[in-house]
């Protein structure tokens, strides 16, 4: 099982970032894939979650209306756009597939997880 996530790096406030989490090994379109991400010094939060079944979104609301996530099957992969960027967004963001009924925040359920990528917004 591979869950590899990209895209990461350092932009400017206001700024966009388009993060991918490519996944193998396992049957990904049955699974709901979530975005989690950990600033320094912080918890572990959920960001965003898509459901497998019926492409049901999920969005922390500290995110909302400036992130979208997004599924192609075809390629086993999830994407995070991420608009509008803010130094509160600063953390390292992990992708995890999750296979219970529906988008749960709960990380435990969480079954497979990548090894993350950084962001970084400067003011």
């Known amino acids: 099982v591979r869950v590899v996530e990209s895209g990461g790096g350092l932009v400017q406030a206001g700024d966009s970032l388009r993060l991918s989490c490519a996944a193998s090994?396992?049957?990904?379109?049955?699974?709901?894939i979530g975005w989690f991400r950990q600033a320094p010094g912080k918890e572990r939060e959920g960001v965003s979650c898509?459901?497998?079944?019926?492409?049901?979104?999920y969005y922390a609301d500290s995110v909302k209306g400036r992130f979208t996530i997004s599924r192609d099957n075809a390629k086993n992969t999830i994407y995070l756009q991420m608009n509008r960027l803010k130094p509160e967004d600063t953390a390292v963001y992990y992708c995890?597939?999750?296979?219970?009924?529906?988008?749960?925040?709960?990380?435990?359920?969480?079954?497979?997880w990548g090894q993350g990528t950084q962001v970084t917004v400067s003011s």
């Open positions: 995890a597939a999750d296979k219970r009924g529906v988008c749960n925040w709960r990380q435990d359920g969480f079954e497979y």
């Open positions: 090994g396992f049957t990904f379109r049955v699974y709901n």
């Open positions: 898509i459901n497998s079944h019926d492409g049901s979104t």
